[in-house]
């Protein structure tokens, strides 16, 4: 079955700009989870989604958000990009919240100028 | 908050075995997991620890001791391709969200 489908792979932005990057679940799974990976800080953890709720959030600034949809597909969004919001955005899905794999999309690379 | 340690980097030679630790404090534990990621590449899971013990699969074992706060990752017949970054991720009793360490580059050599 197909995995976890992150679009876009690449994207390249300016400050100043926004940017929404959507994921969809493996089938059947309907928990969706959104990381940042960037050389200096490692994985951080972004926000989970699941029956369309955000159950819990990161550290990170306002100006990143996301939805679910009844699908189980997510979106995330940033908006005022900001030079330091260069990195891997990557997206995980699970059956269901807890102690279950999380398997994760190739990720989009965001590369901001 | 929570801290994961694991070391920066490791070097082995083909056909060895390699051992990555991974110690951790947190509150609320439920469960360690291990990731592989070649570069470039997404992360792929490799084991899940929620119980203390061993859990083997094929050429790769997981270990874990809860009341020490330490897992290790055991690599047996190292091969070419098992060059990569080894993610060691706790999850809490709450929600889905997995805490990371800093990754363990592993680099096999002929």
């Known amino acids: 079955k197909a995995g976890v489908t992150q679009t876009p792979r690449y994207l390249i932005k300016t400050r100043g700009q926004q940017v929404t990057l959507s994921c969809s679940p493996i089938?059947?799974?309907?928990?969706v989870s959104w990381y940042q990976q960037t050389p200096g800080q490692g994985l951080q953890f972004l926000f989970e989604?699941?029956?369309?709720?955000?159950?819990n959030k990161g550290n990170f600034p306002g100006r990143f958000s996301g939805r679910q949809f009844s699908n189980s597909r997510s979106e995330m969004n940033v908006s005022t990009l900001e030079l330091g919001d260069s990195a891997l955005y990557l997206c995980?899905?699970?059956?269901?919240?807890?102690?279950?794999?999380?398997?994760f999309g190739d990720g989009t690379r965001l590369s901001i100028l | 908050g929570q801290n994961i340690d694991q070391p920066t980097e490791m070097t082995a030679t083909e056909g060895a075995i390699v051992q990555i630790n991974c110690t951790y404090q947190?509150?609320?534990?439920?469960?360690l997991f291990w990731y592989q990621q070649h570069a470039g590449e997404a992360p792929t899971f490799l084991s899940y620890?929620?119980?203390?013990g061993l859990e083997e699969k094929g050429r790769f074992s997981s270990f874990l001791s809860r009341s020490k706060g330490y897992s290790y990752l055991l690599l047996k017949e190292l091969q070419m391709k098992d060059s990569a970054s080894y993610l060691c991720?706790?999850?809490?009793?709450?929600?889905?969200?997995?805490?990371f360490g800093g990754g363990t580059r592993v680099l096999v050599k002929p």
């Open positions: 995980a899905s699970s059956l269901v919240p807890g102690n279950q794999p999380q398997h």
């Open positions: 089938s059947g799974h309907r928990s």
């Open positions: 989604y699941f029956s369309e709720t955000q159950r």
């Open positions: 947190t509150s609320g534990f439920n469960g």
């Open positions: 620890n929620v119980l203390d």
């Open positions: 991720a706790v999850i809490k009793a709450a929600g889905n969200k997995l805490t």
